[in-house]
């Protein structure tokens, strides 16, 4: 039986210096790009140190997913209080990063990555029905679906879209923007 490993502090200004440099490495260049030697490098520490902080490079993959998603809740949230969560939802996916296929491509043989991005795709998606639900209690709205419907709807297409745009496919964007644009200027007097 093997004593299980002691990694550094979770709340370490080196762990979250490692997190960002690693975040970045991915966002410039990919995550076959991101292994412990270059994690070092960039930030001056030995690989040893890397490893300290996190077991596993599929480790730091992680915690990227986990501090993303941490960011990306913090700004829904908060654009949510501020303006039509349907207008906010349809935006915010538009706007989303390769980063975001390069993580999903390592969920798919991973399966810590996988479950951690599920969970974190699971609590964006219950804050993003909460504020649809909000919206419409408050403006008394009453959509054709329930409000989990156009929740995943609005994500989604908006994914595909920014997704499609990535790889530089683009049939049907412009139509389905324009569609999405009229229904959501219907709510944007709310």
Same mark, same amino acid.
């Given at each position: ?41 960039? !930030? ?27 960011? !990306? ?67 008394? !709205? ?10 995943? !709807? ?37």
């Amino acid at each position: 039986m093997s004593a299980k490993r002691r990694l550094g502090a979770r709340d370490s200004e080196v762990r979250t210096r490692l997190v960002d440099a690693a975040a970045e490495i991915v966002r410039e260049e990919g995550c076959a790009a991101l292994t412990a030697g270059r994690l070092a490098k960039t !930030v001056g520490l030995s690989r040893q140190s890397v490893h300290y902080y996190f077991g596993t490079i599929e480790d730091i993959f992680i915690e990227i997913l986990r501090s993303q998603a941490a960011e !990306v809740k913090r700004r829904a949230l908060e654009s949510f209080a501020a303006g039509n969560p349907l207008r906010v939802i349809w935006e915010f996916r538009r706007a989303t990063s390769a980063m975001t296929s390069e993580l999903m491509a390592m969920a798919i043989r991973s399966e810590a990555i996988r479950t951690e991005m599920a969970r974190s795709m699971e609590q964006l998606a219950g804050v993003s029905v909460a504020a649809v639900e909000d919206y419409a209690r408050r403006n008394s !709205v009453e959509f054709p679906v329930p409000a989990e419907v156009v929740a995943f !709807v609005l994500t989604n297409m908006s994914y595909a879209i920014a997704l499609g745009r990535e790889l530089g496919a683009t049939a049907g964007h412009e139509a389905t923007i324009d569609a999405v644009e009229q229904w959501l200027a219907k709510f944007d007097r709310n």
